[in-house]
């Protein structure tokens, strides 16, 4: 039950990544919830950085004909909402990620991977101690 419920998702992805997105996780609740179809679930490390993240995925997604029906605390930075109708975009700052822990109360849901999600992040070289 895991294939592509919009041929688009990566594009979601792609524009959290930009921003630097972490922990992003795509569930699948078709059948699970009425409201719908695909919860995209990622994090930022600052609440100036959750607003940067949901208003890039905005700007991108318009770019490629989607508008959301709405949008909730984006301005605040602690959860920024995104509702594309079958996809709602979840935006964390991360404490408040962990305390409402949606990834448990979905554990039942199946995620879905896309080419975006799938490659291995990619790391800065390490850098030797310099020890005299």
């Given amino acids: 039950m895991t294939e592509w419920l919009d041929p688009n998702l990566d594009l979601f992805v792609q524009a959290a990544l930009a921003k630097k997105a972490e922990r992003i ?5 078709r059948g699970k919830t009425s409201i ?8 930022g490390r600052s609440s100036r950085q959750v607003e940067a993240i949901a208003e890039h995925i905005a700007v991108e997604m318009k770019q ?3 508008r959301p029906l709405s949008s909730e605390g984006v301005k605040e930075g602690r959860w920024a909402l995104i509702d594309y109708g079958h996809i709602l975009v979840h935006v ?16 039942d849901a ?13 790391r800065p070289p390490e850098i030797e101690e310099y020890v005299e």
């Fill in 92 to 107: 964390f700052h991360e404490p408040v990620r962990q305390f409402y822990d949606l990834d448990g109360l979905w554990i």
């Fill in 36 to 43: 719908a179809d695909v919860f995209i679930i990622c994090s």
């Fill in 25 to 29: 996780v795509i569930l699948d609740v």
């Fill in 110 to 122: 199946p995620r879905i991977n896309t080419p975006s999600l799938a490659e291995p992040a990619v």
């Fill in 64 to 66: 490629h004909g989607y």
